[in-house]
Protein backbone atom coordinates (compact mmCIF):
# COMPACT_ATOMS: atom_id res chain seq x y z
CA UNK A 1 0.00 0.00 0.00
CA UNK A 2 2.47 2.30 0.45
CA UNK A 3 3.99 2.31 -3.14
CA UNK A 4 0.47 3.00 -4.52
CA UNK A 5 0.53 6.11 -1.67
CA UNK A 6 3.89 7.13 -2.53
CA UNK A 7 2.51 6.67 -6.39
CA UNK A 8 -0.72 8.48 -5.79
CA UNK A 9 1.30 11.52 -4.09
CA UNK A 10 3.55 12.13 -6.82
CA UNK A 11 0.66 11.70 -9.54
CA UNK A 12 -1.48 14.13 -7.93
CA UNK A 13 1.26 16.54 -7.30
CA UNK A 14 2.31 16.38 -11.30
CA UNK A 15 -1.81 16.98 -12.14
CA UNK A 16 -1.89 19.64 -9.83
CA UNK A 17 0.91 21.58 -11.38
CA UNK A 18 -0.56 20.20 -14.37
CA UNK A 19 -3.71 21.61 -14.11
CA UNK A 20 -2.41 25.07 -12.56
CA UNK A 21 -0.87 25.61 -16.26
CA UNK A 22 -3.86 24.33 -18.14
CA UNK A 23 -5.77 27.17 -16.30
CA UNK A 24 -3.22 29.94 -16.63
CA UNK A 25 -2.49 29.14 -20.32
CA UNK A 26 -6.37 29.07 -20.69
CA UNK A 27 -6.86 32.61 -19.05
CA UNK A 28 -4.38 33.85 -21.27
CA UNK A 29 -6.37 32.17 -24.41
CA UNK A 30 -9.41 34.06 -23.67
CA UNK A 31 -7.61 37.00 -22.47
CA UNK A 32 -5.92 37.21 -25.95
CA UNK A 33 -9.38 36.80 -27.59
CA UNK A 34 -10.54 39.63 -25.99
CA UNK A 35 -8.34 41.74 -26.95
CA UNK A 36 -8.68 40.58 -30.27
CA UNK A 37 -11.91 40.90 -30.46
CA UNK A 38 -12.71 44.18 -28.62
CA UNK A 39 -9.60 46.16 -29.18
CA UNK A 40 -7.90 45.01 -32.25
CA UNK A 41 -11.30 44.02 -34.19
CA UNK A 42 -9.31 40.98 -35.39
CA UNK A 43 -10.83 37.84 -33.33
CA UNK A 44 -9.10 34.89 -33.06
CA UNK A 45 -10.65 31.80 -34.16
CA UNK A 46 -8.53 29.41 -32.53
CA UNK A 47 -8.99 30.33 -29.05
CA UNK A 48 -12.23 30.01 -27.62
CA UNK A 49 -12.29 26.30 -29.01
CA UNK A 50 -9.14 25.42 -27.27
CA UNK A 51 -9.70 27.14 -23.93
CA UNK A 52 -12.74 24.49 -24.00
CA UNK A 53 -10.91 21.59 -24.35
CA UNK A 54 -8.69 22.32 -21.91
CA UNK A 55 -11.49 23.17 -19.42
CA UNK A 56 -12.44 19.85 -20.28
CA UNK A 57 -9.14 18.18 -19.32
CA UNK A 58 -8.98 20.75 -16.54
CA UNK A 59 -12.50 19.14 -14.96
CA UNK A 60 -11.48 15.41 -15.86
CA UNK A 61 -8.36 15.97 -14.41
CA UNK A 62 -9.46 17.70 -11.02
CA UNK A 63 -11.78 15.06 -10.77
CA UNK A 64 -8.80 12.62 -9.52
CA UNK A 65 -7.18 15.58 -7.09
CA UNK A 66 -10.69 16.03 -5.73
CA UNK A 67 -11.60 12.71 -4.75
CA UNK A 68 -7.32 12.52 -3.57
CA UNK A 69 -8.22 15.71 -1.52
CA UNK A 70 -11.86 14.28 0.16
CA UNK A 71 -13.22 17.20 -1.49
CA UNK A 72 -15.91 16.02 -3.11
CA UNK A 73 -19.12 17.57 -2.24
CA UNK A 74 -21.32 15.35 0.03
CA UNK A 75 -24.48 15.51 2.30
CA UNK A 76 -23.28 14.11 5.39
CA UNK A 77 -26.10 14.86 7.77
CA UNK A 78 -27.47 10.83 8.00
CA UNK A 79 -23.73 9.28 8.03
CA UNK A 80 -22.93 11.47 11.02
CA UNK A 81 -25.79 10.11 12.80
CA UNK A 82 -25.12 6.70 12.49
CA UNK A 83 -23.00 3.79 15.06
CA UNK A 84 -19.30 3.62 14.28
CA UNK A 85 -19.61 -0.12 12.82
CA UNK A 86 -22.20 1.20 10.26
CA UNK A 87 -20.19 4.45 9.32
CA UNK A 88 -17.72 2.07 8.41
CA UNK A 89 -19.51 -0.27 6.01
CA UNK A 90 -21.59 2.91 4.63
CA UNK A 91 -17.91 4.65 3.96
CA UNK A 92 -16.77 1.05 2.43
CA UNK A 93 -20.24 0.74 -0.28
CA UNK A 94 -19.58 4.26 -1.34
CA UNK A 95 -15.82 3.69 -1.88
CA UNK A 96 -16.62 0.03 -3.54
CA UNK A 97 -19.45 2.61 -5.57
CA UNK A 98 -16.93 5.26 -6.87
CA UNK A 99 -14.50 2.58 -8.36
CA UNK A 100 -17.16 0.39 -9.93
CA UNK A 101 -18.67 3.72 -11.88
CA UNK A 102 -14.94 4.72 -12.54
CA UNK A 103 -14.58 1.26 -13.91
CA UNK A 104 -17.61 1.94 -16.43
CA UNK A 105 -17.38 5.15 -16.84
CA UNK A 106 -13.61 4.25 -18.29
CA UNK A 107 -14.84 1.61 -20.20
CA UNK A 108 -17.78 3.38 -22.05
CA UNK A 109 -15.34 6.36 -22.63
CA UNK A 110 -12.46 4.37 -24.15
CA UNK A 111 -14.93 2.74 -26.50
CA UNK A 112 -16.52 6.25 -27.63
CA UNK A 113 -12.90 7.53 -28.23
CA UNK A 114 -12.04 4.43 -30.01
CA UNK A 115 -15.96 4.76 -32.25
CA UNK A 116 -14.40 8.55 -33.49
CA UNK A 117 -10.51 7.54 -33.93
CA UNK A 118 -9.23 9.20 -37.08
CA UNK A 119 -11.90 11.83 -36.64
CA UNK A 120 -11.06 15.41 -35.86
CA UNK A 121 -12.88 18.54 -34.23
CA UNK A 122 -13.65 21.53 -37.05
CA UNK A 123 -11.38 24.49 -36.19
CA UNK A 124 -8.10 23.34 -34.78
CA UNK A 125 -8.73 19.76 -36.15
CA UNK A 126 -7.94 18.30 -32.18
CA UNK A 127 -8.09 14.40 -32.81
CA UNK A 128 -11.68 13.14 -31.15
CA UNK A 129 -9.91 10.59 -29.58
CA UNK A 130 -7.82 12.79 -27.72
CA UNK A 131 -11.06 14.72 -26.53
CA UNK A 132 -13.09 11.63 -25.20
CA UNK A 133 -9.83 10.08 -23.68
CA UNK A 134 -9.85 12.57 -21.24
CA UNK A 135 -12.30 10.50 -19.64
CA UNK A 136 -10.47 7.54 -19.38
CA UNK A 137 -7.76 8.81 -17.94
CA UNK A 138 -9.63 10.91 -15.63
CA UNK A 139 -10.95 7.03 -14.91
CA UNK A 140 -7.76 5.51 -14.11
CA UNK A 141 -6.62 7.88 -11.84
CA UNK A 142 -9.42 7.76 -9.70
CA UNK A 143 -9.90 4.15 -9.05
CA UNK A 144 -5.99 4.21 -8.00
CA UNK A 145 -6.77 6.87 -5.73
CA UNK A 146 -9.48 4.93 -4.48
CA UNK A 147 -8.16 1.85 -4.58
CA UNK A 148 -5.96 3.44 -1.91
CA UNK A 149 -8.47 4.79 0.21
CA UNK A 150 -10.54 1.45 0.11
CA UNK A 151 -7.25 -0.11 1.40
CA UNK A 152 -6.53 2.56 4.20
CA UNK A 153 -10.24 2.10 5.31
CA UNK A 154 -9.67 -1.49 5.80
CA UNK A 155 -6.67 -1.32 7.53
CA UNK A 156 -7.62 1.49 9.56
CA UNK A 157 -10.81 -0.44 11.06
CA UNK A 158 -8.58 -4.03 11.52
CA UNK A 159 -6.06 -2.30 13.74
CA UNK A 160 -8.82 -0.40 15.72
CA UNK A 161 -10.70 -3.87 16.14
CA UNK A 162 -7.51 -5.70 16.90
CA UNK A 163 -6.54 -2.86 19.15
CA UNK A 164 -10.15 -2.71 20.54
CA UNK A 165 -9.86 -6.48 20.98
CA UNK A 166 -6.70 -6.52 23.15
CA UNK A 167 -8.37 -4.29 25.44
CA UNK A 168 -11.04 -6.70 26.12
CA UNK A 169 -13.63 -4.02 24.37
CA UNK A 170 -14.83 -6.72 21.66
Given at each position: ??????INRV????LEWLLAVLLGVSVLFILAQVVFRYVLRDPLDWT???SRYM???MMMLGAAVMFYRDKAMAFDML???LPKGAKFWVKALILFSIIAF???YGYQALILASRVLGRSTSGVRVPLTFMYSSMTVSNLLIISVMIEKVLSH???FFVTQRKGSDDGDI
Open positions: MRHLSKLIEIEQTFVWYERSIYFKL
